[in-house]
């Protein structure tokens, strides 16, 4: 099934000021119809996309490097997924999967299992929102351990519902006047190596004492941490940090999971994070980059653990609607076709190189790290630690003006976070790299 669109041409081209014309007409609308509470990183409206570029409403071709928070990893309506869903919605769009089933749910939960991290039997539950599946992580340890604590860590993110609120460490713009939060959270320290020069171990070894002391090991139903930290920055724990959690985790009966959601699928250039440390979690949340763009989230994780709920205690009217399957399937079959998990690496490449070289010219750049196509910069005043959060903004609106959407992220919202489609074409992320780049060099000259 074709859609007869014709192809975007995968290059940078301006044809208006961004914003144009017809963004500027249609955020004002926005400001009259759509609550204030809803953010807009840029004033721009877009129309359409493929590959590594956005087509705005004015016909201005921006190049992509955030991908809708790691979402359209195979692009925005890559060509798999787009058949998938034309296919599926015009057989059937809804049952509710608690009600009769369809086999597309049931595939993408084979595939969930073989994916994730470990050979052990697995069972997989699907959801919409990453949010969703956080909190039916949560569900499922409580219900199985029969303990009420959880454990989350400084700096991470798990979304913005009441629970998933209080597992978030960042206040603004998450949490802020939306308390009380869910009781039976705890914050850990975790090893964030540019802030805190011990080693991962250290960090995990005071980490741990403070469960045994504040909360006491038995009583902790899970732990739950982001393999690499991405809101709060692509924080890259200390090597031995995560395993030494883990060994925490297992010594003490409590589950272990690994919110996986924008790690996940390719990204960070294995299917998951964790196995960069060769960590296998007892849960693995996933959302964004699983189904294309289409709404769809997973817990996956030992079948002795999701089984233990017991019968019609995890669902949902929606979680895995056939349509977000059938993108899933699609979404997935194109990271195995295009060998994307590969191909994030060499993204990585590219950005931890070209980022490398701007950082030895420009002292606003304290570090770049990440893996693969997750790749971030932290900015700071220079010869400080002190973190420079304006400055991200304004280049982050600068480069929107020059046709490159970059995103920023932190705690302290001074990082630039790379994220492009794992699909982009090296040649045009180089051109979004020479533009971050001359950008950078202005903004900081005039901090
Ligand atoms: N866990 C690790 O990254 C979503 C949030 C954007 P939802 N991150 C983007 C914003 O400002 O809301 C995320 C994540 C991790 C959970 C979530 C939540 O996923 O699909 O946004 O609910």
């Known amino acids: 099934m074709s859609t007869a669109l014709p192809e975007i041409p995968q290059e940078r081209r301006l044809v208006t000021a961004v914003p144009g014309p017809k963004s500027a007409e249609l955020m004002a609308r926005r400001k009259a119809a759509v609550s204030a509470g809803v953010g807009a990183s840029f004033p721009v409206f877009v129309e359409r996309g493929s590959g590594g570029i956005l087509l705005d409403v004015d016909g201005n071709s921006i190049i992509d490097l955030g991908a809708g928070i790691a979402v359209t990893s195979v692009g925005v309506s890559a060509p798999l997924v787009v058949e998938g869903v034309q ?132 009583n902790i139903a899970a732990i739950i941490i982001e393999p690499i930290l991405g809101e709060g920055g692509f924080i890259v724990p200390a090597p031995g940090y995560l395993p030494a959690m883990q060994k925490f985790a297992n010594d003490n009966g409590i589950v272990f999971i690994a919110d996986e959601i924008q790690t996940g699928f390719a990204r960070t250039g294995a299917w998951f994070a964790s196995e960069h440390e060769g960590i296998v979690p007892d849960l693995v949340t996933t959302a964004k980059g699983i189904a294309g763009g289409l709404p769809l989230a997973a817990v996956t994780g030992r079948a002795d653990i999701m089984d233990s709920v017991h019968v019609g205690g995890l669902g949902g009217t929606y979680g895995g609607n056939p349509v977000a399957c059938a993108a899933a399937l699609g979404s997935i079959q194109t990271m195995e076709e295009l060998d994307l998990v590969n191909r994030a690496n060499e993204i990585g490449e590219i950005l931890t190189t070209r980022l490398a070289a701007l950082a030895a010219e420009l002292d606003v750049i304290a570090e770049v790290r990440g893996r693969g196509a997750m790749i971030a910069v932290e900015l700071v005043k220079p010869g400080t630690l002190e973190p420079a959060g304006d400055l991200a903004k304004r280049v982050a609106a600068a480069c929107i003006a020059e046709g490159v959407l970059v995103l920023t992220a932190g705690t302290y919202g001074n990082v630039l976070r790379f994220l492009p489609p794992l699909v982009i074409e090296f040649d045009l992320l180089n051109e979004g790299l020479d533009v971050v780049g001359e950008v950078l060099a202005k903004e900081a000259a005039n901090l």
């Open 87 to 218: 296919s599926q919605v015009e057989k059937l769009t809804h049952t509710c999967f608690m009600i009769v089933g369809y086999d597309s749910y049931v595939q993408v939960c084979e595939k969930l299992n073989e994916l994730t991290p470990g050979t052990h039997e697995k069972r997989s539950a699907l959801f919409n929102s990453g949010a969703e599946a956080v909190e039916n992580a949560i569900k499922i340890a409580r219900a199985y351990t029969g303990r009420s604590e959880i454990v989350a860590v400084e700096h991470g993110y798990h979304g913005r519902t009441n629970l998933t609120m209080g597992l978030t460490a960042k206040n603004m713009p998450f949490k802020q006047s939306f308390g009380p939060f869910t009781p039976g959270i705890h914050r850990v320290p975790v090893a964030y190596p540019l802030r805190d020069t011990r080693s991962g171990e250290e960090v995990a070894a005071a980490a741990i004492r403070r469960m045994e002391s504040e909360i006491g090991g038995s």
